[in-house]
């Protein structure tokens, strides 16, 4: 699966004010939710 990326030259892209604010504020991450049905596991808990 090739590369498919384009080089920002900030100094003319609009939203490079954006970036820098968030660039090292925030550090990367993500979420995962999931349903899980729990019925058995809460009766042996019981």
């Known amino acids: 699966m090739p590369?498919?990326?384009q080089i920002i030259d900030e100094k003319?892209?609009?939203r490079a004010m954006h970036c820098m604010?968030?660039?090292n504020s925030v550090?990367?991450?993500f979420c995962v939710t999931f349903?899980?049905?729990i019925t058995n596991f809460k009766?042996?808990?019981k």
């Open 3 to 5: 590369n498919n990326y």
């Open 12 to 14: 003319t892209w609009e």
């Open 21 to 23: 604010v968030f660039r």
């Open 27 to 29: 550090e990367p991450a």
């Open 35 to 37: 349903e899980a049905d």
């Open 43 to 45: 009766r042996k808990v």
